[in-house]
């Protein structure tokens, strides 16, 4: 039992070695479905999938036009092939070409950097509806006569110029870190005492919250979706932007559920069905153990986050509905199986791959649960909020009210209201980001993981450029006689996954470290205690990377979940809403999503100076050296969110097409 753990920990590599021999191809090198139509056709035994690098293409700019070439059924990549790709603007209605009678306009489309895909590079010069044409002469050694033809729509976006936007964010950036230094020596703190309201004191919202119904009510549905979506990962098509489970688990709640965090902190675990699954079976079954104490902190959710990060990103899970099925099921398992084993919520606490996550970010939302009076809580033995009551459970992540001056672990699942005898339990609106300098907990593991949540968001975006992939492949050189002993999708994967590794892990928290060494006022002696202290002035710069990144995804290809639950209706329930229409205008125009991810940028990286000052000023008060401590760590965070601009300015690649 002890080992259970470390058996988890094997269970979730199993899923992640599974996903690589169902999937041996991995993701598409960059290259997402595009914009305007069906991208998927098959033919002569063969899977014709279209997909552009960047996405979307934009008129004026080269573009590669990718032919994913697969083997029905097995969907294996089709090697050394011949073919030859052709884009011109044509208008919606317009007749079919006709065959050509020669090739001589078109482009020879070599396998470029994965298997199976086949890349044209050409110059789309207006914007609008464009037709590509792809010419299949030959395929694993089958010489088609005449050669194969397959049509394809693509929308192609207008030219997108950020030169001059980037040097406006970059000086506007330069600035407020310039204010923001010089306004910690001048400014003088002041605050104020003034009662605030107690949301429990409004009668209906007190009773909503305190039904011992309300929970489950919550629950239950989303465990029923949950087990609906696994089972669509089985059943239903595996193509990724057409399958409800893939579309609605990484389009929808993936990148929309961070938006969450900053609004009413950890309240997604109050409903999350997983949650359930940990919960319900402990207190069924009442065990006494506690979770090892060696991984009672950040480090295991951090791991699991990792995983799952680089499962995403080099397996191509939020393409396969059948992989998403199968992580769904290792997480419930993993759930129930900690509840039966580990008191309370020990899964949410200590394990959940987004849990770590929830409870950084949690610490800007601007609502808290806290004790109302310290000296009620010393006096009153029964301590029926942590141990529980006749009324209540008691908290099941293991949170003391008393104590607790941070939102990183409260759930607001209010057992501890219910429970308290003294009714000693206030919900309250407070400050933004108030927990990042008034906690009093500051802890390495948390400090990290912030600093590496930097890292990972900015390495996860770089992988979506256009310019991503040939890096790789140059870096991939290195490894030398490696090359002639595996496949390229083997050494590019593990080149690419060595580069997320270190980078976002090792060198980014490495910064940090630099710069608490250069900054440390003893002359390095103290230098964690700067590193976890300055690593919480980094949680907003990774927030605002984290939110900037899945709004374009969010936005962009929100609107495809319309046509995906028409085809659900369509196919499983005897209702219907229409015949799906693939076709889908993003909400917002690209250019508009740029600003307002610059404004997100912008704002988070302001907000960073002041957690920084407060910071110093909390920790160093009146001490010269304080002042001097911020500089290096604000240049710091310039440069962390001058580089998102930069990137963030570059055409980024889709989940799914629309």
């Known amino acids: 039992m002890r080992h259970f ?70 969907l294996s990549p089709v090697r050394d092939g011949k073919v030859f790709i052709k884009i011109e603007p044509t208008r919606a209605g317009d007749a079919p070409l006709p065959p050509p009678q020669d090739l001589s306009g078109y482009t020879l489309a070599p396998e470029e950097t994965w298997a199976g895909n086949y890349t044209a590079r050409l110059f789309p010069e207006k914007k609008g509806l464009h037709l590509v044409r792809v010419v299949l002469a030959e395929l694993g050694g089958e010489q088609f006569d005449p050669p ?123 409903m999350c069905p997983f949650g359930a699954l940990n919960e319900w079976p402990a207190r069924l079954t009442k065990p006494t153990r506690m979770f090892p104490k060696v991984l009672r902190n950040l480090w295991p959710a951090t791991g699991m986050f990792v995983l799952l990060t680089l499962a995403d990103e080099q397996l191509g899970v939020v393409r396969s509905p059948n992989v998403t099925a199968w992580i769904i099921i290792f997480f419930a398992v993993l759930a129930l199986g900690v ?14 791959p987004i849990g770590g996550l ?91 993981f912030a600093i590496a949540l930097v890292g990972i968001t900015t390495i996860v975006t770089a992988q979506m450029l256009t310019a991503w992939h040939p890096f790789i492949s140059w870096t991939a050189r290195f490894l030398g006689p490696i090359r002639g002993w595996v496949k390229p999708i083997t050494y590019l994967t593990l080149t690419e996954s060595a580069v997320f590794l270190v980078s976002s892990l090792v060198f980014f928290p490495l910064l940090l470290l630099l710069a608490a060494r250069l900054t440390d006022p003893t002359g390095g002696k103290d230098v964690k205690r700067t590193f976890v202290l300055f690593g919480y002035m980094f949680v907003p710069i990774g927030l605002a990377m984290h ?20 085809r659900f209706l369509n196919t499983f329930t005897p209702f219907s809403l229409g015949e799906p229409v693939w076709e889908m205008t993003p909400l917002l125009d690209g250019s508009v999503i740029y600003w307002v991810q610059m404004a997100l940028l912008l704002l988070f990286f302001a907000f960073s100076i002041k957690v920084g000052e407060r910071l110093v000023s909390n920790f160093y008060g009146d001490d010269p050296a304080g002042s001097r401590v911020l500089v290096p760590i604000v240049v710091l965070a310039l440069v962390f969110t001058i580089l998102n601009v930069y990137l963030l300015g570059l055409p980024m690649g889709m989940r799914h097409g629309m």
């Open 358 to 448: 929830i409870g950084i970010y949690s610490m800007l939302a601007p609502v808290e649960l806290r004790a109302k009076s310290g000296a009620v809580c010393r006096a009153d033995l029964s301590k029926a909020c942590y141990r529980g009551s006749d009324t209540g459970y008691g908290c099941p992540m293991f949170e003391f009210p008393l104590a607790m001056d941070r939102n990183t672990y409260c759930n607001l699942c209010f057992e501890c209201v219910k429970a308290c005898p003294k009714e000693n339990l206030a919900l309250r609106l407070r400050a933004f980001g108030q927990d990042l300098w008034a906690a009093s907990k500051r802890l390495l593991d948390e400090s990290y």
């Open 547 to 566: 939110l900037s990144h899945n709004i374009s995804h969010l936005l962009m290809e929100g609107p495809g979940i319309v046509p995906v639950f028409q």
């Open 5 to 74: 753990f470390r058996l988890a920990l094997f269970g979730f590599t199993g899923v992640i070695l599974f996903s690589s021999w169902a999937f041996p191809h991995g993701e598409h090198g960059g290259a997402t479905a595009p914009e305007g139509g069906v991208s998927l056709v098959s033919l002569h035994g063969y899977q014709v999938e279209l997909l552009t690098r960047p996405a979307p293409v934009r008129a004026g700019t080269e573009a590669g036009i990718v032919a994913k070439i697969q083997k029905e059924g097995s």
């Open 148 to 270: 194969a033809i397959v049509d394809f729509r693509l929308n192609v976006a207008p030219p997108e110029r950020i030169g001059g936007s980037f040097l406006v964010v970059a000086v506007i950036a330069l600035a407020m870190a310039g204010v923001g230094v010089w306004a910690f020596a001048a400014k003088a703190r002041y605050g104020t005492n003034e009662s605030r309201l107690n949301l429990l004191d409004i009668p209906w919202l007190k009773k909503v919250l305190l039904s011992r119904v309300f929970q489950p009510s919550l629950q239950i549905p989303l465990l029923v979706l949950m087990i609906i979506l696994a089972v669509l990962g089985f059943v239903d098509t595996q193509d990724g932007g057409k399958n409800l489970a893939t579309k609605l688990v990484w389009t929808l709640w993936w990148p929309g559920i961070i938006f969450t965090f900053i609004l009413v902190g950890r309240l997604w675990c109050f």
């Open 339 to 352: 509840g039966f084993l580990y008191q309370r919520r020990s899964f949410c606490r200590y394990l959940c």
